[in-house]
């Protein structure tokens, strides 16, 4: 299952969003009112969303300023987050993509409320 955020237009360099992102402490700020859950440290952050199961994700990869790719920490939950980011003089251009490998019982359950997250994640994004 992949759910693709919207290209947002952000007033700041790709340096300054990837640094940003980098630091998972930031990522509260980010985060939909529907999160009752959430911890962040050097190396993770969990996050819970009501209806799922806590995610805790850690960095995958990442090329310095234009991509951070994250990956859920458990083996029994299969997940990415990547943010890809373009940038255009003073300004930069973000899009999220989530990848879930999830059996169709629990796609059915979880895609309206992760289509949600990755649409509130953009959104806060483009207000930085």
């Given at each position: 299952m992949t759910i693709e955020g919207n290209k947002v237009t952000v007033s700041k360099t790709a340096k300054d969003i990837f640094d940003f992102l980098a630091e998972f402490k930031n990522f509260e700020q980010l985060m939909p009112d529907e999160v009752q859950k959430f911890e962040a440290d050097k190396t993770s952050f969990v996050f819970g969303i009501k209806g799922m199961p806590d995610v805790r994700l850690i960095k995958k990869s990442q090329v310095e300023h234009s991509?951070?790719?994250?990956?859920?920490?458990?083996?029994?939950?299969?997940?990415?987050?990547?943010?890809?980011?373009?940038?255009?003089?003073?300004?930069?251009?973000?899009?999220?993509?989530f990848n879930g490998d999830f059996n169709p019982m629990i796609k059915m359950m979880v895609q309206k409320p992760l289509k949600k997250f990755i649409e509130t994640l953009t959104i806060n994004i483009e207000k930085l």
């Open positions: 991509q951070i790719i994250l990956e859920g920490a458990s083996s029994k939950l299969p997940v990415e987050l990547k943010a890809d980011i373009t940038e255009n003089g003073e300004s930069s251009e973000v899009k999220l993509t």
